[in-house]
C-alpha cells in the first residue's frame, strides 16, 4: 500500500516556475514507477510526465517537453514536477500516481494502482 500527497502548487503568473512534490509513504516507494497527470475543469485527465522506479526511463507530453522536468529522490521517497514557463494551459490540478509494475514511465494512466488527491495549479496571464 502506497499513499500519496502532492504539495507545491499555487498561483504563478505567465511565464513563471513552480514545483510540485510527491511524497509517498511506504518503505518500497523507490520501486514504484510514477506519473504525473492534471486535469482540467470541463476535461478529461491528461498525461504529463512519469519516470520509472530506477529514474533510467522518463516520458512528457508534448505540450510539456523541454518545460517540465520530472525527477525523483527514492531516499526522501519523493517525486518532483519542476514546471518551468507556465502558460495559462497549464491550470489544472494535478496529481500523482503510482505503480509497482515492471519498469517503465508509463503514460496511461490506467496502468497506476495509487493517486494522491492533487495540488492546484493556477496560471495567470
Known amino acids: 500500500q502506497v499513499q500519496l500527497v502532492e504539495s507545491g502548487g499555487g498561483l504563478v503568473q505567465a511565464g513563471g516556475s513552480l514545483r510540485l512534490s510527491c511524497a509517498a509513504s511506504g518503505r518500497t516507494f523507490s520501486r514504484y514507477n510514477t506519473g504525473w497527470f492534471r486535469q482540467a475543469p470541463g476535461k478529461e485527465r491528461e498525461f504529463v510526465a512519469a519516470?520509472?522506479?530506477?529514474?533510467?526511463?522518463?516520458a512528457y507530453a508534448d505540450s510539456v517537453k523541454g518545460r517540465f522536468t520530472i525527477s525523483r529522490d527514492n531516499a526522501k521517497n519523493t517525486v518532483y514536477l519542476q514546471m518551468n514557463s507556465l502558460k495559462p494551459e497549464d491550470t489544472a490540478v494535478y496529481s500523482c500516481?503510482?505503480?509497482?509494475?515492471?519498469?517503465?514511465?508509463?503514460?496511461?494512466?490506467?496502468?497506476?494502482?495509487?493517486w494522491g488527491q492533487g495540488t492546484q495549479v493556477t496560471v495567470s496571464s
Open positions: 500516481a503510482a505503480t509497482n509494475a515492471g519498469t517503465y514511465a508509463y503514460t496511461s494512466k490506467r496502468m497506476y494502482d495509487y
Open positions: 519516470i520509472s522506479w530506477s529514474a533510467g526511463f522518463t
